[in-house]
């Protein structure tokens, strides 16, 4: 459920139309709708209801502090993975007690800027960064909150770049290992130990591999606790995958339901790191073609974003739908949609069949709110592109447009080439 759709041929965002925002803005341009991002967050936190939870939304997927401030609002916390989320998240305003941070490898400096805002926990990812924080909150003074991420073992089905529960993975604990870190955490003089978490992946489309890992964290905190380990949070990560094509992943309904009635009487708050079934479905990316052109008859579309502004196609071959902005009842031909940068991984789509497509025209690439302008960079020294939020007929820059002066920020040409 979104709220991108056609009146009289022509697409809005909300009431906001298209065209317009691409007319005054110019393109490319990032679109996201704000009550799109609002209902996503309600129904999946909703799902929950019945158990204590906490909505920690993955910042890495969509960073914009003015969409942290949407879901802060909403009471919900963040999944941290970098000093930088850390900085973004506070200046959004979300809660600290609800911030986890995850991520394998966290430098001292981070680990002393999360204990100073004093986030619920680390998602502690090896032995030597349980030591490290115990450290560094000595030092500090402060009280350092964990949990162990386990990495459970389980296949998420997904696409090799974006599974990260497999044991050959770089991310997590195993379970053995996990149950000796905790017995070690319960020593250390600076460390509450308050959760288990695993995060298996992403685009994840079955409710099995959620569910296995789940009941391996069932049964490791079933032995911590006979241990006298208490644990107060499950965090279960993020992953629940999303329609780009033909992908039919469970409602997040469907996916709490499964979860709540697999934990049984846990006793625990649960923590969800939802990230790309928030974003994903609430956000286009809006370019204009620039040529037309065939080759050996082969077509393609030349259009104004590139693989700096959208990654995904070049990086993971992903599929996005891609839509005429008007449509005007063009016949279906098959082409490639391609961008301006000088490599063969420059694509949107290939092979694509879709109405045919004339220069100057505007077409909305769909289903790119989430690691689309937070993978972006300025290869190419391409400017990286506005963000903007449509509410009900208005729209809002939420990110300006860099220019050429944002290119070279912070170069310097040594004194020695200036002689
Ligand atoms: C990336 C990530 C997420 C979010 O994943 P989605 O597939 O976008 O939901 C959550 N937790 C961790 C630890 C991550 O690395």
New binding site residues.
Partial sequence: MNYFQYQNQALYCEEASVEQIAREVGTPLYLYSHRTLRQHFRVFSEAFAEVPHIICF?V??CSNTAILRIFAREGGGV?L?SGGELYRALKAGVDPSKMVY??VGKREDEIDLALRAGILMF?VESFQELETIDARAGVLGLRAGIGL?VNPDVDPGTHAH?S?GLKENK?GINVEGSLLAYRHAAKLKNVDIKGV?C?I????TKMAPFIDALGRLKELIRRLREEGIAIHYLDL?????ITYNQETPPHPSEYARAIIDASGEMDCTFIF??????V?NAGILVTRVLYTKENEGKRFAIVDAGMNDLVRPGMYGSFHQIQPVIQRGQEEITMDVVGPICESGDFLAKGRRMPAVERGELLAVMSAG??GFSMSSNYNSRPRIPEILARDDRWYVIRKRENCEDLVRGEEIPDFLNT
């Fill in positions: 993955a890495k997927s999944d993975v995850s991520g998602n991420r974006i990260t991310f978490s995060h992946g992403s685009q994840v990560g993020g992953g629940l995958g790191e939802p990230g790309r079934v928030i994903g989430a690691y």
